[in-house]
């Protein structure tokens, strides 16, 4: 939360999270339907979002752990997300026109590609950086400084919007500005405090 009497900075760029945020999270769901494997599969999570595992070899494994379907798995993590179109027009009609939109994820090697078309991926964000590729992950403040760089800003210059306060913590020691998102009422209530 952000007191009244906080200065407002210049703020270039708005950086999303993405499951959350732009889709639920589906690890839930995994969880959901295989609670007896709870900490693997969290562990097996951390091991996608850091590239160890691409999208093949994460559901292979879960398959061999939980003795379900490919098929089964990948309507569970596929089809469980729904997208927050409200928040991607809201995005595109009165963010981007003034502010650089960032995408930074926790997601491992070959998923983002079943979220977002490459239109989606290059009209709706200047730059995206994703954990996988890039083997360090969220809450670390390397990640944000490296996506504020290809945005051309400086951290301080930017507003980071993720699900999860320790990684709004993050960004926060990173320089930038974290909000933590719950639904796109308050969002747009936090951000009219913080920007013009």
């Not at 999570?45 to 559901?59: E, K, M, N, S, V």
Request: proline content about 4%; some cysteine.
């Amino acid at each position: 939360m952000y007191s009244d009497d906080r200065k407002k900075k210049i703020v270039k760029a708005i950086i999303f999270d993405c499951f959350g945020v732009f889709y639920l999270d589906a690890h839930s769901s995994l969880v959901e339907n295989f609670p007896s494997h709870q900490e693997e599969l969290g562990n097996l999570r951390r091991q996608a979002d850091y590239g160890f595992l691409d999208r093949a070899g994460y559901i292979d494994t879960i398959a061999r752990l939980t003795s379900a379907s490919h098929e089964e798995l990948e309507r569970i993590i596929l089809h469980e997300h729904q997208i927050n179109k409200p928040l991607i027009e809201y995005i595109s009609t009165e963010l981007k026109p003034y502010y650089k939109i960032g995408l930074l994820s926790n997601i491992g090697r070959g998923w983002i590609q079943n979220f977002f078309d490459e239109q989606q991926l290059h009209g709706l964000f200047d730059a995206v950086v994703l954990s996988g590729d890039e083997g360090i992950t969220k809450p670390h403040p390397q990640i944000y400084e490296l996506m504020a760089e290809k945005l051309f800003v400086q951290p301080e210059e930017c507003i980071m919007i993720d699900d999860l306060p320790e990684n709004a913590a993050g960004a926060d020691a990173a320089g930038m500005e974290g909000i933590v998102y719950g639904n796109l009422r308050d969002l747009k209530r936090e951000l009219s405090g913080l920007l013009k």
